[in-house]
């Protein structure tokens, strides 16, 4: 009896210990992948002044990591490597069809399952916002992280900053409008607005607290929301200086 014992004993040790080795493998496997996405995207992305640059894309891979923790999800290779490579197909800074030729070009070299490429490539390729239209298209958790983290670091302080980098780069004005008061403009009245850094908060950015996935992405959004609506009032306010009695 003791020495069945002790033979159980011994190849459970082995199996607890030959699991760790595998487990540390696929860790260290992972962190290589996610490291030679981080050198792709950087790539890309070096000469990028349009509010797709470098920085974006890091704060989107710190933000869906941070999500995805919070949500419980202990495997994030996949939310890793779309967030880091979320933005290197985007048409308006590359033509798309290369962009993503080349992107399953690298995605086939880093050693991924068919599988993982499939599921990668399926969140890059139906994330973005496109007028609201693409929300309806049906993301895994995993796209929903990542779609939640891009859009984050649309909102705040930072969305505000790319917004008005972004106006200039293509240039438009930051406002067109007088005597428009903050109150009465909404997302719904916009239209007849030429196209501007402001129009641009009511045409989108307004509208995305309300379409993120997550809980963790919703509160996240919800400051980031007010301090924008704070902005947009006293920005106007400023704006309409001249024209409002009451200052
Ligand atoms: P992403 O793909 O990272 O979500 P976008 O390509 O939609 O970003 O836009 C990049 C940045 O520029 C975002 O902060 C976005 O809000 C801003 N932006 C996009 N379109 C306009 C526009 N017409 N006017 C001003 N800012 C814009
Ligand atoms: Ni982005």
């Given at each position: 009896y003791q020495l069945v014992s002790n033979i159980f004993y011994y190849i459970e040790m082995s199996v607890f210990f030959l699991n760790l080795l595998f487990e540390k493998e696929t860790?260290?496997?992972?962190?290589?992948?996610?490291?030679?996405?981080?050198?792709?995207?950087?790539?890309?992305?070096?000469?990028?002044?349009t509010g797709h640059d470098i920085a974006h894309v890091e704060r989107v891979h710190t933000l869906a990591k941070y999500i995805a923790l919070n949500e419980g999800l202990v495997h994030t290779t996949i939310?890793?490597?779309?967030?880091?490579?979320?933005?290197?197909?985007?048409?308006?800074?590359?033509?798309?069809?290369?962009?993503y030729d080349k992107l399953s070009t690298f995605l086939e070299t880093i050693d991924l399952t068919q599988d993982d490429i499939q599921h990668v490539l399926h969140i890059i390729q139906n994330m973005s916002y496109r007028g609201g239209k693409n929300n309806q298209a049906t993301l895994s958790i995993e796209g929903q992280i990542v779609r939640d983290a891009d859009r984050l670091d649309a909102l705040g302080a930072i969305g505000i900053a790319r917004t008005f980098q972004f106006a200039g780069y293509f240039g438009e004005p930051m406002w067109t409008e007088s005597n428009v008061p903050f109150e009465s403009l909404h997302t719904d009245n916009i239209e007849a607005f030429d196209p501007s850094a402001i129009k641009h908060f009511y045409e989108k950015l307004l509208k995305l607290k309300s379409l993120m996935h997550t809980s963790t992405g919703r509160k996240l959004a919800e400051e980031r929301h007010h301090f924008m609506l704070q902005f947009l009032k006293q920005f106007l306010h400023e704006w309409n200086f001249n024209n409002n009695t009451n200052m």
């Open positions: 860790i260290m496997e992972n962190e290589l992948k996610i490291k030679h996405a981080c050198n792709y995207m950087k790539m890309v992305h070096k000469d990028d002044h939310i890793e490597l779309a967030a880091l490579l979320h933005d290197t197909v985007d048409s308006k800074i590359t033509n798309e069809q290369q962009a």
